[in-house]
């Protein structure tokens, strides 16, 4: 079992940053995956970025540029430092980890960005 919980959410105007954390425990070594997506009302749930056990990232087109995604392997962390914010991002940021067979999400976070 893992458990995943993210941090760092929040209120945020147009333009500015955030960094979201996502913190894992538990079954930490199974986990080969993490990574962040996000959810908007009415919208599926959306990829945003992945970072591998060996450290080799994934970054969304869409987002590329903005987002960077890393991890400290110490803290059983995985950031997501997004910039240059706008109102379409505002959504519900859910951390993810792949095992086998198993995924597992956060329980998300809130991001609203004002125009």
């Known amino acids: 079992q893992v458990q995943l919980v993210e941090s760092g959410g929040g209120l945020v105007q147009a333009g500015g940053s955030l960094r979201l954390s996502c913190a894992a425990s538990?079954?930490?070594?199974?986990?080969?995956?993490m990574g962040w997506y996000r959810q908007a009302p009415g919208e599926q749930r959306r990829f945003l970025a992945t970072?591998?056990?060996?450290?080799?990232?994934d970054v969304a087109d869409f987002v590329k540029g903005r987002f960077t995604i890393s991890r400290d392997t110490t803290k059983n962390t995985v950031y997501l430092q997004m910039s240059s914010l706008a109102p379409v991002d505002t959504a519900v940021y859910y951390c993810?980890?792949?095992?086998?067979?198993?995924?597992?999400w956060g329980q998300g976070t809130q991001v609203t960005v004002s125009s």
């Open positions: 538990g079954s930490i070594s199974s986990i080969n995956l």
């Open positions: 970072i591998s056990s060996d450290g080799k990232t």
């Open positions: 993810y980890a792949r095992t086998w067979p198993t995924d597992y």
